[in-house]
Structure formats: C-alpha cells, structure tokens
T-cell receptor, first 112, second 111 residues
Framework: NAGVTQTPKFQVLKTGQSMTLQCAQD?????MYWYRQDPGMGLRLIYY???????DKGEVPNGYNVSRLNKREFSLRLESAAPSQTSVYFCASSPRAGYGYTFGSGTRLTVV | AQSVAQPEDQVNVAEGNPLTVKCTYSVSGNPYLFWYVQYPNRGLQFLLK??????LVKGSYGFEAEFNKSQTSFHLKKPSALVSDSALYFCAASDGQNFVFGPGTRLSVLP
C-alpha cells in the first residue's frame, strides 16, 4: 500500500525560482492537505482541499498556490521561492474533512 | 476556536518505566482525538484515535490513551518505555470538520 506519495523528497532552490511539490494518494480519500513543519512552530496548514474541485486557504497560505488535479492528486506550487519558505512540507489525506489523516513522508525544501 | 495543548515540550523517561505524554483540548461538541508519532526525518504516523465508546483506547506499538471528558484530556501512555519510542508525539483534535494539531512533545527514552 503506497498511501500518500510525495515528490520530490529533497529540493534546493534559489531565491525567485519556482517549483511544484506533488502529492498523490491511493486510498480514495476525499480531503487533502498541505502542511509545513518548522522547528518550534509545529505543523501549520498551508492549504487544503475538502473535496475534489475545492481548495481553501489554511493558516499560512501566502506565497503558495495549490491545485486539486483530481481526487488522487493535490499539488503545491511556489511561484517565487523565498528563504522563509525553507521548511519540511507534508501532504496528508483523510476520508473526509476533520477525520484522521494519513501523511506522506515529506519534502525537505531549502531556498538559498 | 479549537485548540490542543501539549504542556510539555520534552519528556524524559528511563527505559522500562511507564511513560505519559499529556494532551488537553478545546473542541465544541463531541471531539475526535488522535495521537501521531514522528520519527526523525519521517512523516507523521497514526498511533490511535478516540471517536466514541470506551474511554481507554489501545493503539499501535503498545500505546494507549485515556479520554477524560471532564478534564478535556487525552493523555498518551505506555506501561514500559523502549528506547525506540524516542520520537516527537503530536496530539490532534477535530470537531468533525476542523482538525487541529498540538505543538508536539519530544519523548526521550534513556537506556
């Protein structure tokens, strides 16, 4: 069982570059989420998609965009990366909003 | 607004001793409660959940948690700690719509 798959696992960007973090789940879950994890800050919600066709901002959406491509896939895009976006990014999915999550293994992003 | 508190940043316990990681919550209505564990350089893994029913919930790796409605707590426990239990533990709560994580507690089990 793959669960939630995130790519890439590691990435180094220069300030101003763009990139897309990919996330796919094979559990037929309705809801998907993007979090960032920073030392001492816990997990902070960037964007979420309660169901296919919908996306909403979380706690820290500035500098990011998302696309719920289909029920399986939820991508996170950084249009112009900044050093403040250096973080570990986690994608998660759940059967429905507010229910238990399954997490991907994370993407460690460094912006220099 | 919902919130989850984990009052201890760090918990140290000797191997073989019982461990407790504390969690309190504030959720309107009946809460759904969860514990997750994060090992170094890994994603969060589900440990256990309380949705309804018996207040004592048993989960993975010998962990259990007790739901206490009057104290709005959901403490994680294990009778005998292992060095391999050393990790970051997150409590989470949901009202069925919104999901909130606590800040995490780092557990160190000393040999």
């Amino acid at each position: 069982n793959a669960g939630v798959t995130q790519t890439p696992k590691f990435q180094v960007l220069k300030t101003g570059q763009s990139m897309t973090l990919q996330c796919a789940q094979d559990m037929n879950h309705n809801s998907m989420y993007w979090y960032r994890q920073d030392p001492g800050m816990g997990l902070r919600l960037i964007y979420y998609s309660a169901s296919e066709g919908t996306t909403d901002k979380g706690e820290v959406p500035n500098g990011y965009n998302v696309s719920r491509l289909n029920k399986r896939e939820f991508s996170l895009r950084l249009e112009s990366a900044a050093p403040s976006q250096t973080s570990v990014y986690f994608c998660a999915s759940s059967p429905r909003a507010g229910y238990g999550y399954t997490f991907g293994s994370g993407t460690r992003l460094t912006v220099v | 607004a919902q919130s989850v508190a984990q009052p201890e940043d760090q918990v140290n316990v000797a191997e073989g001793n019982p461990l407790t990681v504390k969690c309190t919550y504030s959720v309107s209505g009946n809460p759904y409660l969860f514990w997750y564990v994060q090992y170094p350089n890994r994603g969060l893994q589900f440990l256990l959940k309380y949705i309804t029913g018996d207040n004592l919930v048993k989960g993975s790796y010998g962990f259990e948690a007790e739901f206490n409605k009057s104290q709005t707590s959901f403490h994680l426990k294990k009778p005998s700690a292992l060095v391999s239990d050393s990790a970051l533990y997150f409590c989470a709560a949901s009202d069925g719509q919104n999901f909130v994580f606590g800040p995490g507690t780092r557990l160190s089990v000393l040999p």
